[in-house]
């Protein structure tokens, strides 16, 4: 009889197992990579909890910081500053949990952001900006650049993706998140630039588009046979000589499934290369396109590696309406 009740125990103890697993995994918002809105993974405020974890998000390129006193830098290149921001404003994903700002990476070489991650979504946007320009309090002060001669403050991250709330808007002011622009032609109304933003807007969904914004520093030559030579300004920042976007999000913009539950096919990418001379008036087309893996060969960054199974060859402009 013990030995009865003793097994019939023993399948009453898998069982209620079982079934938590089926109650957790049936939780709508529980994974912090959910595409209605995203949410955070740890307590939220301006910092994780673990500072040094890196995060599951699909925006994130590959990183190999480490915690090095207060700042987070690179293992491979100490010049590279890192750090994740989750809106101080408060403003809340699907899980309940407060939904992240943008991960940003510094360098202290080129005094400017090398690249900004962000997921972009309706969610984040509604009142004006607030021009509350600042150091990035995760980034070393000494090392950041927020003004220059002849050259606007130019958003990686642009304002008006962030302003739910005064608090998180003024998280895009930061230093971290600014690069120098040249403002008659790129950064202004009907810059080049501006435009590529203004059509990055049109490409948000509910599913969540996610971006990488970056600066190019080296020489370069664009596909209408236009280039750009590196410089550095008068207070050492160096002069990006391009400016991109790289880009994934789902084909149909409306699926309600992560990116991790997409196949290949259901999944579209490119990137998005403008040269900062572009002539203004400039408007985005396929010419300013390439995919995924050229970006990767063109800077030395790897992008979406939590998204494995993104074919990042691909590059069509008829999925981004051009």
Known sequence: MNRRLRLFAEIIAVLAI?????????????????????????????????????????????????????????????????????????????????????????????????????????????KGRHDAYKNDPEIPGDIQRGKWDKYTRGHMLGSSDRNKTT?????????????????????????????????????????????????????????????VNPKVLDNGTHYPTAFYYALVRTKSGSSRKSLKNCSASEIQSAAFILRHTMEKGHKPQSKDMMSISELEKLTGFTYFTNVPQLDKTQCNPSDWGL
Not at 20 to 49: A, H, I, L, R, Y
């Open 18 to 126: 079982l079934l938590s697993s089926c109650v957790k995994d049936s939780q709508p918002g529980k994974d912090d990579n959910t595409e209605v809105g995203p949410g955070g993974d740890d307590n939220g405020g301006d910092n994780p909890v673990e500072s040094t974890c890196i995060h599951p998000w699909f925006e994130l390129p590959a990183v190999d910081y480490e915690k090095s006193g207060k700042y987070l830098v690179s293992k491979s290149d100490e010049t590279l500053y890192f750090a994740h921001h989750y809106c101080a404003g408060g403003e809340k994903g699907p899980d309940g949990k407060v939904a992240r700002n943008f991960s940003v990476c510094y360098s202290s070489k080129y005094h400017c952001p090398v690249w900004v991650a962000a997921p972009l979504h309706q969610m984040y946007k509604d």
């Open 167 to 227: 608090a998180t808007n003024h998280q895009v002011f930061y230093y971290s998140n600014i690069a120098p622009q040249a403002g008659s032609n790129f950064n202004t109304g009907g810059g080049a630039w501006n435009n590529l933003e203004a059509e990055v807007d049109g490409w948000m969904c509910s599913d969540t588009l996610y971006a990488v914004i970056g600066c190019y520093f080296d020489k370069f030559t664009d596909k209408y046979g236009s280039t």
